[in-house]
């Protein structure tokens, strides 16, 4: 069976790797194009995908447009089974419906809840104690198809976003693997998502990565969480802005407005939400280094009792 997969980040290699590695034929990988990037915008950055592509000598397609008679004149002629889409983008119908197989994709949440962009994201940001990652079959609407198989997987109180990003990395790998022999073997049944319960997870700016403290404790904790180490929350302390990585909740009462900054000066460093305190644990100042909230304090002086909302 010949394969063509999509993908462009680190998610998406170990679906490629464990594909080869149990002998089925990538007669093709497509990803992004090739950004310039890193200091002073002078690197040219591929992407994990096709870095892996390059050290197995595999067939790689850059196209910048999906609908571009080129790009589909050579997808055309790969004469593709199947097409295994992980973590790329969205496809127009002419090229997810080219396989006689069709196109296989996988998402990183249990479909129909968090459709869109940011699914791991968001389940840590609500709270959600279980997720895991759903293979479907695309359809018209994004992350809409027929679904052919689940796996869950715990989310514990304190997990980052990326912690839980690397448990579904390895799990989608095995995922993809048991839905392409599925196809390949003809022995599968596709399940209808049950569209009422569908819940959305859009993709998340910068913008609205700041933390609102002016909420439960729970809620400001799972959102910083939700969001370490990328995009990273964040807060403006003394005019500068402060990216907070880990956090540990406090639930004790207090009369303080929400926001307001309690430290000694050398061990902690916590803030008022509505119900208790965020201890912050790990937190990165403006053109610092990331470092524990120790070594933090060791070489800065915290002048304003709270936390402003814009920028100095």
Known sequence: MKIVFMGTPDFAVPSLDILLKNGYEIVGVVTATDKWGGRGNKTLLESDVKKYALEKGLKI???????????????????????????FRMLPTKVWSMPRLGTMN??????PKYRGAAPINWAIINGETETGVSTFLLQHEIDTGDLLFQAKTAIEEDEVVGEVYGRLMQIGAELTLKSVQALASGNYKTMPQPHGEATLAPKIF??????????????????????????????????????????????ENHNKASGSIDSDGKKYLRIACTDGWVEILDIQADKRKRMDVKSFLNGSVIRNEKVENVLG
């Not at 996988?106 to 479909?111: I, P, R």
């Not at 370490?228 to 406090?250: C, F, M, N, Q």
Request: charged content about 25%; some cysteine; aromatic content about 6%.
């Open 61 to 87: 397609l850059q196209p910048e447009k999906l609908n571009e008679e080129a790009f589909l004149s050579e997808l055309r002629s790969l004469s593709a089974d199947l097409q295994v889409v992980v973590a």
């Open 106 to 111: 996988l998402h990183g949440s249990l479909l």
């Open 206 to 251: 910068h913008e609205t990565c700041q933390i609102d403290f002016n909420q439960p404790t729970k809620k400001v904790h799972d959102f910083i969480r939700g969001l370490s180490p990328h995009p990273v929350a964040w807060t403006v302390i003394d005019g500068e802005k402060h990216k907070i990585y880990r956090s540990k909740k406090l639930l």
